[in-house]
C-alpha cells in the first residue's frame, strides 16, 4: 500500500530551545510514520509568537503552497494545535487536508484500539476534538475516509448537524461509565483478593512491552513505532523468593497530548494509580530522555500516582554509547533483551520492597501446609528450614502490612 506524502509546519518561538524543538519535530515525524506516512518536506518559521490567525506568516505560506504542488504532498501535519479560524484559513489556502499533531495522535489511536472501551475512549476524543472544529475543516471533511487523520469509529461529514454529535458524545459518555464501572468492580475483586499489583509505564517506545513480553513470555504488540500499545495488558509474574504479582503493560505516555485523550482514557490510565508498585522504563539511549522522564513523572502526579514506589529501568544499555548518569533513584540499567538482567531486574524490586515491608518470623507446625504456602506466594521469603529438634518449619521474610497473611500471624499467635 502506498504511504501518503505528508509535509510538517512548525513554528518556533524565542523560548523554545532549539534542541527541544528540533526533538518535538523528530518525534512527529515519527507520528507520521507510524500513522502510514511518508514525511517530504519539514517547512519551519521563526516567531516572536504564532498568527493568531493563519498561524503562520504570509510569505511562508505562499512558500508551503508552491512546495505542496511541486512534491504532490496529499497532507500537511502541524506541529502545534490548531484553533478553528487557523485551520479553515489554512485549508482555504493549501487546498488540501490539513491536520494537526493531536489530530494525528488520534488517529493512530483509532488504529491501534482493540478492544470495546478502547474504541469508545478514541471515538469520544476524535468527536470532542472535532465538534468545536466542524466548520474549519472546509471541503477536506467530505473527503473523510481517506487517509491519515480521518480513520476510525469518529470520522464525520461536514453537514453532519452538531446536535447528533453532541447526542452521540453524551451516548458514548454513559457507555463509558459502565465500563468503567465494570473496571472499577474488576479493580475491586482484585483488591479484595490482596493481588500485588505492578504497572509498566514510561514514554512512548521506551522499551515497555519489549520488556513485558521477555519477563511474561507474552506476545503483545512490539513495534519500534510509537504507541504501540494502547489497550492494557496483564500477566502474573514470579519474583525469585516466589511471590507472585500482577503485571500490567500500559499506554505510552507522551509530550502534549490532547486534553480530550486524556480525559476519555482516564479510566484506563486509572489502573496506574491503584498499582501497588510502578516501573518506570526509560529509553536511556534517547537524546531527549531527561525531558521525557519528566513529562512521565509530571502526568503520573496528575493521576495521582506519583507517591507510588517506584523503579526507574534504564532500558536500551546496549544502545548507549556515553557514560550514562542516571537522573532517578532508585534504578536499575538493562537490556530487555538480556536475560540476565531481567532477573536482575526482578531482585532489585525485592530488594526495594524488603526496604519497605514488615520482617515476620514464623514458626509452623507440618500439618499447617496451607499458611506455608501461601507465604511461599504471599510474601517475600528469605529463608525457609525444617527444625528437627522442633518438628516444625521456621520461615523469615517480608510482608505488606496489612495483607492477609498478617492476619494469619496474629490469629496464630492468638492461640
Given amino acids: 500500500m502506498s504511504r501518503e506524502k505528508v509535509l510538517i509546519i512548525a513554528v518556533k518561538n524565542k523560548e523554545q530551545n532549539d534542541l527541544r524543538f528540533n526533538y518535538s519535530l523528530e518525534e512527529l515525524i515519527s507520528l507520521s510514520n507510524t500513522a502510514g506516512g511518508e514525511v517530504k518536506k519539514v517547512i519551519t518559521q ?39 479560524g487557523q485551520l479553515r484559513n489554512l485549508n482555504d489556502r493549501f487546498g488540501i487536508r490539513l491536520i494537526d499533531r493531536s489530530q494525528l495522535i488520534l ?6 484500539a482493540r478492544t470495546k472501551e ?20 472546509g471541503e477536506a471533511m467530505s473527503r473523510l475516509g481517506a487517509g491519515i487523520g480521518t480513520r476510525g469509529p469518529g470520522e464525520t461529514k461536514l453537514e453532519t448537524d452538531q446536535r447528533h454529535i453532541r447526542r452521540r458524545i453524551d451516548d458514548l459518555k454513559r457507555r463509558l461509565k459502565l465500563v468503567a464501572k465494570q473496571r472499577n468492580q474488576y479493580r475491586q475483586r482484585r483488591k479484595t483478593n490482596d493481588v500485588f499489583q505492578i504497572a509498566i509505564v514510561g514514554y512512548t517506545n521506551a522499551g515497555k512491552s519489549t520488556l513485558f513480553n521477555r519477563v511474561t513470555h507474552s506476545n503483545s504488540l512490539e513495534e519500534n ?6 489497550d492494557p495488558l496483564s500477566r502474573e509474574v514470579r ?4 511471590f507472585q504479582a500482577l503485571l500490567t503493560d500500559t499506554v505510552g505516555f507522551l509530550q ?11 479510566s484506563t490510565l486509572e489502573e496506574v494509580a491503584e498499582a501497588d508498585f510502578l516501573i518506570h522504563v526509560v529509553d536511556a539511549a534517547h537524546p ?11 502526568q503520573l502526579e496528575e493521576l495521582n500516582a506519583g507517591a507510588i514506589p517506584t523503579l526507574t529501568v534504564y532500558n536500551k544499555k546496549d544502545l548507549v554509547t556515553d557514560d550514562f548518569i542516571p537522573l532517578n533513584h532508585p534504578y536499575i540499567f538493562i537490556s530487555a533483551y538480556e536475560q ?6 526482578f531482585e532489585e524490586i525485592e530488594a526495594i520492597l524488603k526496604e519497605q515491608w514488615d520482617n515476620y518470623t514464623l514458626r509452623l507446625d507440618p500439618d499447617e501446609g496451607k499458611i506455608l504456602h501461601r507465604l511461599d506466594h504471599e510474601t517475600i521469603v528469605t529463608e525457609k528450614y525444617f527444625n528437627e529438634d522442633t518438628n516444625q518449619f521456621i520461615v523469615e521474610g517480608f510482608m505488606r502490612e496489612e495483607h492477609p497473611p498478617e492476619s494469619i500471624l496474629r490469629e496464630k499467635f492468638s492461640k
Avoid: C, M, W
Fill in 107 to 112: 488517529d493512530i489511536f483509532a488504529q491501534r
Fill in 256 to 266: 502534549d497530548l490532547p486534553t480530550s485523550l486524556i480525559a476519555s482514557f482516564r
Fill in 340 to 345: 540476565t538482567d531481567l532477573h536482575s531486574l
Fill in 225 to 230: 513505532q510509537l504507541f504501540a500499545t494502547l
Fill in 288 to 298: 531527549d530522555q531527561e525531558k521525557q522522564q519528566d513529562i512521565v513523572i509530571r
Fill in 46 to 84: 521563526n516567531r516572536s509568537r504564532i498568527h493568531p490567525a493563519t498561524y503562520l506568516g504570509e510569505g511562508k505560506i505562499d512558500e508551503i503552497k508552491q512546495e505542496i504542488d511541486e512534491l504532490d504532498i496529499h497532507l500537511v501535519i502541524s506541529n502545534d494545535e490548531l484553533s478553528p
Fill in 239 to 242: 519474583l525469585p523468593s516466589g
Fill in 118 to 137: 478502547g474504541k469508545l475512549q478514541v471515538e469520544l476524543a476524535q468527536l470532542e476534538y472535532t465538534l468545536p472544529r466542524l466548520h474549519g475543516q
